[in-house]
């Protein structure tokens, strides 16, 4: 599966962005969906991820961001979509999101997922 995001940008804290994540070649259903982010000087971390169809579109969050952000999928856009609400300027990074077919436990770490789209900046500026 090919994945390609975007919908970054520069909001100010307490606004909103939506990002998407198009996938080809496959349908996104038959994996589990993550999303990543990478701030200046920091690690790749885990944000939230969607469990594949057959897993029953289970989704989880980051502590950080469990309450302000969403993921969901449209399977006729064959897209998932990460809806950020209240950010901050913690929240300014590059977001990716990525594919796994690992079992469930492993949704929060990077190295589980073999496909990985282009990541897309969010700046949050105070």
């Known amino acids: 599966v090919q994945l390609q995001a975007f919908g970054g940008g520069l909001v100010q804290a307490g606004g909103s962005l939506r990002l998407s994540c198009a996938a080809s070649g496959s349908t996104f259903r038959n994996y589990h969906m993550g999303w990543f982010r990478q701030g200046p000087g920091k690690e790749r971390e885990f944000v939230a991820a969607i469990s594949r169809s057959a897993s029953g579109g289970k989704t989880f969050y980051a502590d950080s961001v469990k309450g302000r952000f969403a993921i969901s999928g449209d399977k006729a856009k064959n897209t998932v979509y990460l809806e950020m609400n209240s950010l901050t300027p913690e929240d300014t990074a590059v977001y990716y999101c990525?594919?796994?077919?690992?079992?469930?436990?492993?949704?929060?770490?990077?190295?589980?997922?073999?496909?990985w789209g282009r990541g897309t900046l969010v700046t949050v500026s105070s």
């Open positions: 990525a594919a796994s077919s690992v079992v469930l436990s492993g949704l929060r770490v990077p190295d589980h997922y073999h496909s």
